[in-house]
Antibody
């Protein structure tokens, strides 16, 4: 059974960097069968795709966030991570790590972590 | 970006009755290479992450009850719950993957 679990600080100060890690169990992020992605959900709002990463470290980013986002892999721990720079209150929300069923292009997301709430506030 | 617009924003349906949820894309999301529509539906129960219900507009994810079905093509899509159960109370989202993935704003389904 594939499981994903987000971890990281729940509070980040404005202008600083939001850093989250996703630990995957039941699947290997080194396999060439899936991409691994981040999606966020501002409080009371809809869902926004942030970006995704593959075992080769190939990445795709949402153009609206590309200048501030970096995704990375830690294959030794079967983890992938998100860094979002220069955060503001608009970046407050629940962050989900997910498994992307697509290869050449993003598709649907068939496994989700429970999500972690990140608040941007001084 | 392709804008996804769902309607209605909320819907109250009696137990056992049909629920019809709509999703409209700002441009066609039909993939001409495989003649499939790049649309997925998710269910999000309170305090939980979304779960995948349907992809390619009409293919149910494994384990999804058969009362859930998806239809539509081009720009207009529908999720139908044929006989609403209490456990179906949730917010439902559509998502396009024709280009950079985007989601609708959600439809909240409640019991009347």
């Amino acid at each position: 059974q594939v499981q994903l679990q987000e971890s990281g600080p729940g509070l980040v100060k404005p202008s600083q960097t939001l850093s989250l890690t996703c630990t995957v169990s039941g699947d290997s992020i080194r396999s060439y069968s899936h991409y691994w992605a981040w999606i966020r959900q501002p409080a009371g709002k809809g869902l926004e795709w942030i970006g995704r990463i593959f075992a080769t470290e190939s990445t795709d980013y949402n153009p609206s966030l590309r200048s501030r986002v970096t995704l990375a892999l830690d294959t030794s721990k079967n983890q992938f991570s998100l860094q979002l720079r220069s955060v503001t209150a608009a970046d407050t929300g629940i962050y989900y790590c997910v498994r992307d069923s697509g290869l050449a292009v993003p598709r649907w997301f068939d496994r989700w972590g429970q999500g972690t709430l990140v608040t941007v506030s001084s | 970006d392709i804008v996804m617009t769902q309607s209605p924003d909320s819907l109250a349906v009696s137990l056992g009755e049909r629920a019809t949820l709509n999703c409209k894309s700002s441009q066609s999301i039909l993939n001409r290479s495989n003649n499939k529509n790049c649309l997925a539906w998710y269910q999000q129960k309170p305090g939980q992450p979304p779960t995948l219900l349907i992809y390619w507009a009409s293919i149910p994810e494994s384990g999804v009850p058969d009362r859930f079905s998806g239809s539509g093509s081009g720009t207009d899509f529908t999720l139908t719950i044929s006989s609403l159960q209490a456990e179906d109370v949730a917010v439902y989202y559509c998502q396009q993957y024709y280009t950079t993935p985007t989601f609708g704003q959600g439809t909240k389904v409640e019991i009347k």
